[in-house]
């Protein structure tokens, strides 16, 4: 396969499903690359969701191409068979390397790299690098096993601690180039899942452009009462139901205030009977999803960022948040658990207040805390964005990223 030459990479970009409104983080990512001047290509497993679109999104150059069956399965089946015919040595063994796993849904993710293999000796990229240890990783691999081009892949959270079987998981991260994640938490538990693999596995951090956040000092919220406020997809991990008890308890010690909770999800139904058994209809706002637009000027009007995070029953936890680092970087004080790699972030009592998980009762405390104490919502406020600051930007992140891209494969 022809290759681009190494002074002007050509990075492919893997994902789930482009646009997606719940992974901002990506699309920050996307357009601080091109800032840099690479140029970029964007796979995406699925065609894009009814909901609403970041209008950052606008802003991106790099064409978009979608692998799914239902809008493309002749072109994908018509390229397997090219790939299959010129290269069978390399086709029917990754086949197998599909089949051994058992899913159909891997056997899926196969054939949708057969259809990236042949665009890519027509179109070559010098690297690729997925977002989720789930299809679109294992598209990449099995692309890297058609056409040899190297893969690296972001790991992040529920892809890693409930959706991917180890086998596969150890497998991809046996054949990329590189491995990030996104927590020092994650790191270590990749590296249980597969020992020895001499610095392969990155820490990056999220990043912000900073410049979409507006830190004003003093900071200037909306007038009583004051906002509570959560952004979050409606699961079990978020810690919501948690969220709603703290909020009951609040309003039985005589507090005055407004919860708002933006995101969806398959808890929605749940969250609205809990809000309703407690009474609270008049305190608890379920906003449903919302541009990022507004979610950022939510973020100005609250008083309290809150995010009481759990480990799921089916093992499921968040890596970090990336609501978090927007919260804080607005000058919002925030009030969390220390699950998975929040505790990297939030330094308890420093810049930002931690509580156990599931404990409704201590949540309760601290939000009460924040919300009755003003030095210490300003000193949160201003530590937490300084933080930020010095560790978050999504240019620092994305140079971190493009050293692994352009790196020669040894």
């Not at 409930?162 to 990030?180: F, G, I, K, N, Y």
């Not at 404990?359 to 919502?377: G, H, I, M, Q, S």
Request: hydrophobic share 40%; charged share 25%; with cysteine.
């Amino acid at each position: 396969m022809q290759r681009p030459s190494e002074r002007e990479p050509k990075i492919g970009y893997l994902v789930s499903t482009w646009p997606r409104l719940s992974q901002t983080f990506v699309l920050n990512e996307i357009l601080a690359l091109e800032r840099c001047g690479v140029s970029l290509r964007i796979f995406s497993t699925k065609a894009p969701r009814a909901e609403p679109v970041n209008v950052k999104v606008a802003r991106v150059r790099a064409p978009v191409t979608y692998l799914n069956f239902r809008r493309h399965g002749w072109t994908v089946l018509r390229a397997n068979l090219r790939i299959a015919r010129d290269l069978p040595g390399r086709y029917f063994p990754t086949m197998l390397l599909a089949l051994r796993y058992g899913r159909r849904s891997i056997l899926g993710r196969f054939f949708q790299a057969g259809y990236m293999a042949d665009l890519l000796r027509h179109e070559p990229v010098t690297h690729l690098h997925a977002h989720f240890t789930t299809a679109p990783t294992q598209v990449a691999m099995f692309t890297h096993e058609l056409v040899d081009v190297p893969y690296s892949f972001t790991a992040h959270a529920r892809d890693i601690y409930a959706d991917t079987q180890p086998s596969l998981l150890r497998a991809e991260m046996e054949c990329a180039q590189a491995v990030v994640t996104v927590s020092e938490y994650n790191r270590e538990y990749l590296h249980r899942i597969k020992p020895h693999l001499d610095g392969k596995v990155r820490c990056i951090n999220y990043g912000l452009d900073l410049s979409e956040f507006n830190f004003r000092w003093p900071r200037a919220s909306d007038p009583p009462p004051p906002i509570i406020l959560a952004v979050a997809r409606l699961v079990e991990k978020k810690g919501l139901g948690d969220l709603v008890l703290a909020a009951d308890i609040l309003r039985k010690r005589g507090h005055n205030f407004r919860l708002q909770i933006i995101g969806d999800g398959e808890l929605r139904h749940q969250l609205r009977c809990r809000v309703a058994d407690c009474g609270l209809q008049d305190c608890v706002s379920l906003l449903g999803a919302q541009p990022h637009e507004k979610v950022r000027l939510s973020y100005e009007r609250a008083s309290i960022f809150a995010l009481p995070c759990v480990v799921a029953a089916d093992g499921d936890r968040d890596g970090l948040p990336n609501v978090l680092l927007e919260a804080m970087a607005c000058g919002l004080p925030v009030v969390s658990t220390p699950v998975a790699g929040i505790p990297e972030l939030i330094e308890s009592e420093r810049d930002g207040l931690l509580v156990a998980p599931g404990d409704p009762p201590a949540l309760a405390k601290a939000l009460e805390r924040v919300l009755t104490d003003a030095y210490l919502r300003d000193r949160l406020a201003r530590t937490a964005r300084a933080k930020i600051e010095e560790h978050f930007s999504i240019e620092g992140s994305a140079k971190r990223l493009l050293d692994i891209f352009v790196r020669p494969v040894k």
